[in-house]
C-alpha cells in the first residue's frame, strides 16, 4: 500500500484531529426536544458565526446574512407560523403515517436559547457572474455550506440546532422584514442541551432509516455499475457501524439508567462547559462503544 505524503508545511491533521471532525459529523444531531434553560453565551455564537462566515461559496459571493432572533414575543409568533404550516402539511403525509407525524417533536422555537435565521441576499452578487452564469442557484447552495458550517462548530461547542423547515416562506419574511430580493434559507433553533442523542429522533421513531450508500454510489454515469473495491470498502465500515449499534444505545440506556439511581448533581447540566464538551456519563458511554473507532463514530 502506498504510504499517504505527509504535508510538509505544518498543515496536516493529527489522528486526533481526524477523529475530532469525524465525531463532529457523526453525532452531530436535528435537536428539537432536548434544549435546557441555560443562555448561550455570546463568545460561544460569535464563534460560531465565525466558522458560518468561513464557509465556501461560490465566486466568493458570501451570500449570507444571519438574523439572531432572542425576543421571545416574536418566537411565539414564529412557532404560530410552524403549528399553521404543520397543519397544512399534514394532508400531504400518508394516512397511515398521520398519526405518527402528529406525535413527532418538530422544533424547539420557544425552548431553545435563541433563534437565528440564515438568510441569501440574491443581489449581493449581482454584478459578478463568476460561478453563477450558468448555475444562478449557485448562491443559494452557497448559503446552506454556511448552515453546515454553523452546524458543525456548534456540535464541537456542545450547543443543540435544529432545522425548523416547516414555514410558510412569505409569512416569515413578513414576520422578520426580510426584504423581497432576500431569502431565508434555514430557520435555527439554538442553544445548550441535556444530552445529543445516540441516533437521529427520525430514525428512534421509526420514521426512517439511512440508505445504504454502496447503493448510492456510481460509476462514470448515473446508474453505471462499478467501484466494487470502494464499495466493498463502504460495506466493510457499514458492517463495523451495525454491530456496533446495538451496543452503542444499550450503554447509552445504561448510563441513563445509572444517572436516574444518582443523586441530582449540584449544578443539573448535562454537558460540560469544558473544551470537551462532554460530562463524565458521556465520556462511559464513548468508552463502553469503544468510541474513537470509525464504526463506533459512523454508528452515532
Same mark, same amino acid.
Request: glycine letters at 6%; aromatic letters at 8%; one cysteine or more.
Given at each position: 500500500?502506498?504510504?499517504?505524503?505527509?504535508?510538509?508545511?505544518?498543515?496536516?491533521?493529527?489522528?486526533?484531529?481526524?477523529?475530532?471532525?469525524?465525531?463532529?459529523?457523526?453525532?452531530?444531531?436535528?435537536?428539537?426536544?432536548?434544549?435546557?434553560?441555560?443562555?448561550?453565551?455570546?463568545?460561544?455564537?460569535?464563534?460560531?458565526?465565525?466558522?458560518?462566515?468561513?464557509?465556501?461559496?461560490?465566486? =466568493?459571493?458570501?451570500?449570507?446574512?444571519? #438574523?439572531?432572533?432572542?425576543?421571545?414575543?416574536?418566537?411565539?409568533? !414564529?412557532?404560530?407560523?410552524?403549528?399553521?404550516?404543520? +397543519?397544512?402539511?399534514?394532508?400531504?403525509?400518508?394516512?397511515?403515517?398521520?398519526?405518527?407525524?402528529?406525535?413527532?417533536?418538530? +422544533?424547539?422555537?420557544?425552548?431553545?436559547?435563541?433563534?437565528?435565521?440564515?438568510?441569501?441576499? %440574491?443581489? %449581493?452578487?449581482?454584478?459578478?457572474?463568476?460561478?453563477?452564469?450558468?448555475?444562478?442557484?449557485?448562491?443559494? =447552495?452557497?448559503? *446552506?455550506?454556511? *448552515?453546515?458550517?454553523?452546524?458543525?462548530?456548534?456540535?464541537?461547542?456542545? *450547543?443543540?440546532?435544529?432545522?425548523?423547515?416547516? #414555514? +410558510?416562506?412569505?409569512?416569515?419574511?413578513?414576520?422578520?422584514?426580510?426584504?423581497?430580493?432576500?431569502?431565508?434559507?434555514?430557520?435555527?433553533?439554538?442553544?445548550? !442541551?441535556?444530552?445529543?442523542?445516540?441516533?437521529?429522533?427520525?430514525?428512534?421513531?421509526?420514521?426512517?432509516?439511512?440508505?445504504?450508500?454502496?447503493?448510492? !454510489?456510481?460509476?462514470?454515469?448515473?446508474?453505471?455499475?462499478?467501484?466494487?473495491?470502494?464499495?466493498?470498502?463502504?460495506?466493510?465500515? +457499514?458492517?463495523?457501524?451495525?454491530?456496533?449499534?446495538?451496543? *452503542?444505545?444499550?450503554?447509552?440506556?445504561? @448510563?441513563?439508567?445509572?444517572?436516574?439511581?444518582?443523586?441530582?448533581?449540584?449544578?443539573?447540566? @448535562?454537558?460540560?462547559?469544558?473544551?470537551?464538551?462532554?460530562?463524565?456519563?458521556?465520556?462511559?458511554?464513548?468508552?463502553?462503544?469503544?468510541?474513537?473507532?470509525?464504526?463506533?463514530? !459512523?454508528?452515532?
Amino acid at each position: 500500500m502506498q504510504a499517504r505524503t505527509a504535508a510538509t508545511s505544518g498543515d496536516d491533521f493529527d489522528q486526533l484531529a481526524r477523529d475530532a471532525v469525524y465525531r463532529a459529523m457523526f453525532t452531530r444531531r436535528d435537536v428539537r426536544s432536548h434544549f435546557v434553560a441555560d443562555d448561550l453565551d455570546d463568545g460561544v455564537l460569535a464563534r460560531l458565526l465565525t466558522a458560518a462566515h468561513h464557509a465556501p461559496s461560490v465566486g =466568493y459571493m458570501q451570500p449570507w446574512n444571519f #438574523i439572531v432572533i432572542r425576543d421571545a414575543a416574536r418566537r411565539r409568533q !414564529v412557532r404560530d407560523l410552524f403549528l399553521a404550516a404543520r +397543519e397544512q402539511e399534514l394532508p400531504a403525509i400518508e394516512a397511515e403515517r398521520q398519526a405518527l407525524y402528529r406525535k413527532l417533536k418538530l +422544533e424547539g422555537i420557544c425552548e431553545s436559547a435563541l433563534n437565528l435565521c440564515i438568510t441569501c441576499d %440574491r443581489q %449581493r452578487s449581482k454584478n459578478s457572474p463568476l460561478g453563477r452564469w450558468h448555475n444562478p442557484e449557485m448562491d443559494l =447552495y452557497s448559503t *446552506v455550506c454556511a *448552515v453546515q458550517n454553523f452546524w458543525l462548530a456548534a456540535r464541537a461547542e456542545g *450547543v443543540g440546532v435544529g432545522w425548523v423547515s416547516i #414555514i +410558510e416562506t412569505e409569512a416569515l419574511k413578513r414576520l422578520l422584514s426580510i426584504p423581497e430580493h432576500v431569502t431565508p434559507i434555514a430557520y435555527l433553533c439554538v442553544g445548550r !442541551v441535556s444530552e445529543f442523542a445516540p441516533r437521529p429522533d427520525l430514525e428512534a421513531h421509526g420514521w426512517g432509516k439511512r440508505l445504504p450508500l454502496p447503493e448510492l !454510489v456510481m460509476s462514470e454515469t448515473f446508474c453505471g455499475a462499478g467501484e466494487a473495491p470502494l464499495k466493498s470498502a463502504i460495506a466493510a465500515l +457499514e458492517n463495523g457501524r451495525s454491530r456496533d449499534q446495538s451496543a *452503542v444505545v444499550e450503554a447509552a440506556d445504561q @448510563a441513563a439508567l445509572g444517572e436516574s439511581q444518582r443523586e441530582p448533581p449540584k449544578e443539573p447540566s @448535562a454537558l460540560s462547559r469544558s473544551s470537551l464538551n462532554f460530562d463524565e456519563a458521556s465520556a462511559s458511554r464513548r468508552s463502553q462503544s469503544g468510541f474513537g473507532t470509525w464504526p463506533s463514530m !459512523v454508528s452515532k
